[in-house]
T-cell receptor
Framework: GDSVTQMEGPVTLSEEAFLTINCTYTATGYPSLFWYVQYPGEGLQLLLKATKADDKGSNKGFEATYRKETTSFHLEKGSVQVSDSAVYFCALSPLGGATNKLIFGTGTLLAVQP | EAGVAQSPRYKIIEKRQSVAFWCNPI?????LYWYQQILGQGPKLLIQFQNNGVVDDSQLPKDRFSAERLKGVDSTLKIQPAKLEDSAVYLC??????????????FGPGTRLTVL
C-alpha cells in the first residue's frame, strides 16, 4: 500500500544552519505531496504542498520539490531560526479513488539552538 | 476565519469506560476527517465524511468506535469501551472541496486521550 518514509529525528541545528529533512514515498500513480508542521502546543498546519511532478512548493523560506524519478519530496531551508523548532510531517494524498486521506510519515523533530 | 474547533482538549478515563469527542469544522467545509495520532507516529485516518455521508471508514475499529456527522456540519467520535491502546491524540480536520487529492486539510488542536 501507499506509504511515506522520512528521516528519523531529532535533528539538532544551530541557528542559520542549512536544513534538509528527507522524505520518500511509495504510491500508485502520482499522489499529491505535503509537508505539515506542528509547533509546540499547537495543531498541525500546512507548510507547503506540490500536486504534480517537478512542482516546487515553498513557504516561509522552506522549499520542497516533487521528484517522481526518485519518489522524493525533501524539505529544505537555507537558514533556520529558533522559531522553526517543531515536528515536521511529510504526507501524501493518493490520486483518484474515493478518499483523499493523508498518509503521514512518522515525523521529524527539529530543534534549533541559538 | 475561525479554525477547526475540538473539545475537550484533554480527557483521562479508565479502560472500559466510554468517551466522546466533538468537532466543529471550518464553516462551509464539506469534508471532515478524524485521525488518530499515537505517540511517536504520524496521524492515521479513522473516518472521512463528505457532507453527512461516510466516504472511508476502513480503518475505524467498528466494534468500539463510532462517528456521526449530523446535518453535514459538526461531528462526534465515540469510543465504547475504551482500551489502553486507544491512548492517543484524536485530530479533526476539514477541507472545503469534494475530497480531491490536491485539497489542503485544516486541522484542529486535537483531543489528547489517556486511558488508564
Amino acid at each position: 500500500g501507499d506509504s511515506v518514509t522520512q528521516m528519523e529525528g531529532p535533528v539538532t541545528l544551530s541557528e542559520e544552519a542549512f536544513l534538509t529533512i528527507n522524505c520518500t514515498y511509495t504510491a500508485t500513480g502520482y499522489p499529491s505531496l505535503f509537508w505539515y508542521v506542528q509547533y509546540p502546543g499547537e495543531g498541525l498546519q500546512l507548510l507547503l504542498k506540490a500536486t504534480k511532478a517537478d512542482d516546487k512548493g515553498s513557504n516561509k523560506g522552506f522549499e520542497a520539490t516533487y521528484r517522481k524519478e526518485t519518489t522524493s519530496f525533501h524539505l529544505e531551508k537555507g537558514s533556520v531560526q529558533v522559531s522553526d523548532s517543531a515536528v515536521y510531517f511529510c504526507a501524501l494524498s493518493p490520486l483518484g479513488g474515493a478518499t483523499n486521506k493523508l498518509i503521514f510519515g512518522t515525523g521529524t523533530l527539529l530543534a534549533v539552538q541559538p | 476565519e475561525a479554525g477547526v474547533a475540538q473539545s475537550p482538549r484533554y480527557k483521562i478515563i479508565e479502560k472500559r469506560q466510554s468517551v466522546a469527542f466533538w468537532c466543529n469544522p471550518i464553516s462551509g467545509h464539506a469534508t471532515l476527517y478524524w485521525y488518530q495520532q499515537i505517540l511517536g507516529q504520524g496521524p492515521k485516518l479513522l473516518i472521512q465524511f463528505q457532507n453527512n455521508g461516510v466516504v472511508d471508514d476502513s480503518q475505524l475499529p467498528k466494534d468500539r468506535f463510532s462517528a456521526e456527522r449530523l446535518k453535514g456540519v459538526d461531528s462526534t467520535l465515540k469510543i465504547q469501551p475504551a482500551k489502553l491502546e486507544d491512548s492517543a491524540v484524536y485530530l479533526c480536520a476539514s477541507s472545503p472541496l469534494r475530497g480531491r487529492s490536491t485539497d489542503t486539510q485544516y486541522f484542529g488542536p486535537g483531543t489528547r486521550l489517556t486511558v488508564l
